[in-house]
């Protein structure tokens, strides 16, 4: 069983930043993808960005890309989101996510997910 918990969220004014944190436990992780989704009031859940944890491979979604950046910290467990430049469309309940062989911008193919955390960027 892997816990997955988000921390970082918050209220920002447009062009702020925000870096957000995933502490994972329960498992090694050096196999697993971690990622990052999105989702919106009446909106669905939105691919951000990956990491595969053992290579640092990473991946972002069109909309995010050149704004946020996602990396980890092996000691730590932790997986990490930097989010610049944020917009007022960057508004949503952001979610960490792991899985063993997922396929990267879907969300039913990673196994485990955190509680969320609310991002809220004012304009």
């Known amino acids: 069983q892997v816990q997955l918990v988000e921390s970082g969220g918050g209220l920002v004014q447009a062009g702020g930043s925000l870096r957000l944190s995933c502490a994972a436990s329960?498992?090694?992780?050096?196999?697993?993808?971690m990622a990052w989704f999105r989702q919106a009031p009446g909106k669905e859940r939105e691919f951000a960005a990956s990491?595969?944890?053992?290579?640092?491979?990473?991946y972002y979604a069109d909309s995010v890309k050149g704004r946020f950046t996602i990396s980890r910290d092996s000691p730590k467990n932790t997986v990490y989101l930097q989010m610049n430049s944020l917009k007022p469309e960057d508004t949503a309940v952001y979610y960490c996510?792991?899985?063993?062989?997922?396929?990267?911008?879907?969300?039913?193919?990673?196994?485990?997910w955190g509680q969320g955390t609310q991002v809220t960027v004012s304009s």
């Open positions: 990491i595969k944890w053992g290579s640092g491979d990473t």
């Open positions: 329960g498992r090694t992780f050096p196999s697993y993808t």
């Open positions: 996510a792991a899985g063993l062989r997922p396929t990267t911008q879907v969300s039913w193919t990673y196994d485990y």
